[in-house]
C-alpha cells in the first residue's frame, strides 16, 4: 500500500494534466509508431460538435470520432438513457441470460432494416462484426454442403474463398484484413499470412456517372471462373472508406446481387462505416435497391459512445447453420450484447428515429457541394474532391505531411484528420452551418496556399 502511495505522489501532475510525456513514452494510438510517434492533442471535454483541449481551446469536431458521433457530445438523452442502465446492471454474460436492452436493441434493428434479416448477433466491434459475417456465411455453406452431399449420396464438395473488392478495407483482425485490399499500404506486410481470397478490379464508374454495364464485365468473369469455390462476396455499399474514400456506383451492387443469386453464394454488405444516415440513406444499399444475405453494423450505433456492433442475417442462413453439425453459431464474445452498450443504442436510433437526420445530411451535403467542388476547383495539388451523403473528400496528388497538417488544422480551431493523400470531412448530423464553414474554410484555405507543398511529403 506505501509502495502505491508512492508512485502516486510521484505522479501528481497526472491529476491535474494529462501526462503526454507518459503517454508519448508507454500509450499505442491507431497507427502510430512508438519510436517516432505522431503528437497527441490531450482533450478534456467534449460538448456538441466541439472538443475541448486541455489548454482551452475549442475544435470543431469534423470526423465524427471516426464516423460514429451522430449526435454530438454530451447528448443529454444518450447521457440519461446510460446513467438509468448503469444504475440496473452494466454487464451480464450473454450466454444463457438476455436482458431488456438487447430484445428491445435487436426489435428496432429488425424493424428499421430490409425485411428479410431478422437474425441478429450482437458482437463488440466493427472488426468483429465483419469476422462474424465471414464465419457465417462459412459456416452457412459448410453446412449446406455437408446436407446436401449427404442427400445426394456424394462427397461434400467445400468452398473456401471469398470475392471482395479493390480497395477495400474491412478491418484489422486477420479474417477482417483477408478480405481488405491486399495492395493496400495498412495491411500489405500480412500479406504471406492471410487466406488467399479473390479481388474485383477496380470500380470505376463514379456514384452519379452514366452507367456502361461493360463496367461489371470483370464480376462477371471472375463468377464465371470461381463461382464454385466461394462462400461469400462481401463490399462496402457506395462507399469504401479507409481504403481510398471511393464512391461507385449502386449498379455495381445490383450486379453482385444478381450473380450471388444465380450461384448460391451470399452477399455480404459492410455498413459499419455507412450506415446511420451517412450517404443519405439510412444504409448504403438502399441507393441500389439491394439487400444482402448479411449486414454488418457498427461505429454509429451507439452514436459514439460505447463500443457496439450488429451482424443481421435471413432465417434462411440462419436455421441452415442451426442444421450443420455444430448444431449452433461458432461465435460468442465475453461483452456479446452488453446492456450499456446496447441502451446507448436504443437511445441513439430513437433519437434518428424521432429527429431531422434526413434534412440534415441533405443541408450537409449541400454545403459541402458549395464550399468544396467549386473552390477547389482546378487546384494543382488535388486529384479530385467528391461529395456523398454527410462526407466530403479531397484526393491529393501527394500524401499528406501527418504531423504538420494536423497543427494546422488544430490551430485553426477544427478536428480534421488526414491520412495518406485523403483529407476528408465527416461531422456529426447536428452541425451547424456556421460550424461546417469553419471546416470547410480551413480546408480550402490550407489547399490555396502558397506553401502548401509544405504540407505533404
Excluded at 494534466?17 to 500509450?27: K, V
Excluded at 497527441?40 to 470526423?63: F, H, N, T, W
Excluded at 471516426?66 to 454530451?74: I, P, T
Aim: hydrophobic share 40%.
Amino acid at each position: 500500500m506505501k509502495q502505491e502511495q508512492k508512485s502516486l505522489q510521484g505522479h501528481d501532475t497526472c491529476f491535474d494534466s494529462i501526462d503526454l510525456t507518459f503517454d508519448t513514452r508507454h500509450i499505442w494510438h491507431p497507427y502510430t509508431s512508438m519510436s517516432e510517434p505522431l503528437p497527441c492533442y490531450p482533450v478534456v471535454s467534449a460538448e456538441g460538435v466541439k472538443l475541448q483541449l486541455e489548454d482551452g481551446r475549442e475544435l470543431i469536431d469534423g470526423m465524427s470520432s471516426w464516423w460514429a458521433v451522430l449526435h454530438g457530445y454530451n447528448h443529454p438523452v444518450m447521457n440519461e438513457a446510460i446513467k438509468a442502465q448503469l444504475e440496473k446492471v452494466s454487464h451480464v454474460m450473454f450466454g444463457g441470460i438476455t436482458h431488456q436492452p438487447a430484445v428491445d436493441l435487436v426489435k428496432k434493428l429488425i424493424e428499421l432494416t430490409p425485411d428479410a434479416l431478422e437474425c441478429v448477433f450482437l458482437a463488440d466491434s466493427g472488426s468483429v462484426a465483419v469476422e462474424v459475417a465471414l464465419k457465417m456465411a462459412f459456416q452457412y455453406w459448410q453446412a449446406k454442403e455437408s446436407l446436401d452431399a449427404k442427400a445426394e449420396g456424394r462427397a461434400p464438395q467445400p468452398r473456401h474463398r471469398v470475392l471482395s473488392l479493390s480497395h477495400a478495407y474491412h478491418g484489422d483482425t486477420f479474417g477482417a484484413m483477408s478480405v481488405c485490399d491486399p495492395q493496400n499500404s495498412m495491411h500489405s506486410i500480412y500479406g504471406g499470412y492471410l487466406p488467399n481470397h479473390l479481388f474485383a478490379e477496380t470500380f470505376t464508374i463514379g456514384f452519379d456517372q452514366p452507367w456502361e454495364d461493360s463496367a461489371a464485365d470483370n464480376l462477371r468473369e471472375l463468377f464465371a471462373k470461381h463461382h464454385h469455390e466461394l462462400f461469400a462476396v462481401i463490399a462496402e455499399p457506395i462507399v469504401q472508406g479507409a481504403g481510398g474514400m471511393r464512391f461507385y456506383h449502386p449498379n455495381y451492387l445490383k450486379v453482385l446481387r444478381e450473380l450471388c443469386d444465380e450461384s448460391g453464394v451470399l452477399l455480404i454488405f459492410d455498413e459499419i462505416a455507412t450506415g446511420f444516415g451517412r450517404t443519405g440513406r439510412f444504409l448504403a444499399g438502399e441507393h441500389a435497391g439491394v439487400v444482402p444475405d448479411i449486414i454488418c453494423l457498427g461505429k454509429a450505433l451507439t452514436g459514439g459512445y460505447l463500443t457496439l456492433s450488429a451482424v443481421l442475417t435471413t432465417r434462411h442462413v440462419a436455421e441452415t447453420i442451426s442444421q450443420g453439425d455444430a448444431k449452433c453459431f461458432m461465435h460468442g464474445p465475453t461483452f456479446m450484447g452488453n446492456p450499456l452498450a446496447c441502451a446507448a443504442a436504443n437511445a441513439s436510433l430513437s433519437l434518428l428515429e424521432g429527429g431531422h437526420w434526413q434534412e440534415n445530411v441533405s443541408r450537409i451535403e449541400k454545403q459541402l457541394k458549395e464550399e468544396l467542388l467549386k473552390p477547389l476547383q482546378g487546384n494543382p495539388h488535388i486529384e479530385e474532391v467528391r461529395v456523398l451523403g454527410a462526407i466530403g473528400v479531397v484526393e491529393l496528388k501527394r500524401p499528406v505531411n501527418q504531423a504538420r497538417i494536423q497543427k494546422y488544422f488544430v490551430d485553426r480551431g477544427v478536428w480534421i484528420r488526414p491520412f495518406n493523400r485523403l483529407v476528408y470531412i465527416m461531422p456529426p448530423f447536428i452541425t451547424s452551418k456556421e460550424e461546417l464553414a469553419e471546416l470547410t474554410s480551413a480546408l480550402v484555405d490550407l489547399l490555396n496556399r502558397e506553401d502548401f507543398s509544405e504540407f505533404v511529403e
